[in-house]
T-cell receptor, first 113, second 114 residues
Framework: NAGVMQNPRHLVRRRGQEARLRCSPMKGHSHVYWYRQLPEEGLKFMVYLQKENIIDESGMPKERFSAEFPKEGPSILRIQQVVRGDSAAYFC???????????FGQGTRLTVV | AQSVTQPDIHITVSEGASLELRCNYSYGATPYLFWYVQSPGQGLQLLLKYFSGDTLVQGIKGFEAEFKRSQSSFNLRKPSVHWSDAAEYFCAVGLSGGYNKLIFGAGTRLAVHP
C-alpha cells in the first residue's frame, strides 16, 4: 500500500506564475488535509477536504489559494500569481473514514524566484 | 485560542544519553495529542498519539510520552538516544470535531553527538 504521494517534490516558479501541487491520498482514504510549513516554523493547517467537498478552509489565505479534491484523481492545491512569501513546504495528509490518524506525504517544496 | 508550545528550539545530546522533549498545549477540551518526527527533506512520521486512557503512551523507535493534564503537558522521552534519532520533532494537538485538524508546535531540532 503506497503512502501519500505528492508531486512534484520540488517546484520553482517565477513571481506571478501559477503553482499546482498534487496529492494522491493513501488507498481507501477519502479525507485530505493540506498544511504549509514556512522556514523554521511548524506546520500550519490550511484546508480539509473530502471527495468533491471542502469541509474546512479556515487556514487558507483569502486570495490566490484554492484547493479541490475531485471524485476522480488527486487533490490539487493551486496558488495563483505566486509571490516570494509563498515559498514554503506544502504537506498533504490523508486519513481513513474513522479519522484516527493522518498520514503525511513527503511534501512539495515551492520556491518562488 | 488553541496553541502548542515547544520551549526548546534546539537540543543536543550525546549518543546513549536520555532525552526529554517538552510540549505544552493550550486547549479548552480534552485534547488529542501527537508527536511527529521529520528528517531533513522528508515528510512527517507519527511517533505516538494520545486519545484517552493510560496517560503513558508507548510509540515507535523506543519513544514514549506522558500526558499530564494538570500541567497541560505531553513530553516525549527516550531512555537512550541513537545517532539516527537526529531530526526535528513536532508536538501537535488535534482539535475535537471529528477530523485531523492539527495545531503544531514550532518544533525541536535534535542533534546527537557520537
Amino acid at each position: 500500500n503506497a503512502g501519500v504521494m505528492q508531486n512534484p517534490r520540488h517546484l520553482v516558479r517565477r513571481r506571478g506564475q501559477e503553482a499546482r501541487l498534487r496529492c494522491s491520498p493513501m488507498k481507501g482514504h477519502s479525507h485530505v488535509y493540506w498544511y504549509r510549513q514556512l522556514p523554521e516554523e511548524g506546520l500550519k493547517f490550511m484546508v480539509y477536504l473530502q471527495k468533491e467537498n471542502i469541509i474546512d478552509e479556515s487556514g487558507m489565505p483569502k486570495e490566490r489559494f484554492s484547493a479541490e479534491f475531485p471524485k476522480e484523481g488527486p487533490s490539487i492545491l493551486r496558488i495563483q500569481q505566486v509571490v516570494r512569501g509563498d515559498s514554503a513546504a506544502y504537506f498533504c495528509a490523508s486519513s481513513p473514514w474513522d479519522l484516527t490518524e493522518a498520514f503525511f506525504g513527503q511534501g512539495t517544496r515551492l520556491t518562488v524566484v | 485560542a488553541q496553541s502548542v508550545t515547544q520551549p526548546d528550539i534546539h537540543i543536543t545530546v550525546s549518543e546513549g544519553a536520555s532525552l526529554e522533549l517538552r510540549c505544552n498545549y493550550s486547549y479548552g477540551a480534552t485534547p488529542y495529542l501527537f508527536w511527529y518526527v521529520q528528517s531533513p527533506g522528508q515528510g512527517l512520521q507519527l511517533l505516538l498519539k494520545y486519545f484517552s486512557g493510560d496517560t503513558l503512551v508507548q510509540g515507535i523507535k523506543g519513544f514514549e510520552a506522558e500526558f499530564k493534564r494538570s500541567q497541560s503537558s505531553f513530553n516525549l522521552r527516550k531512555p537512550s538516544v541513537h545517532w539516527s534519532d537526529a531530526a526535528e520533532y513536532f508536538c501537535a494537538v488535534g482539535l475535537s470535531g471529528g477530523y485531523n485538524k492539527l495545531i503544531f508546535g514550532a518544533g525541536t531540532r535534535l542533534a546527537v553527538h557520537p
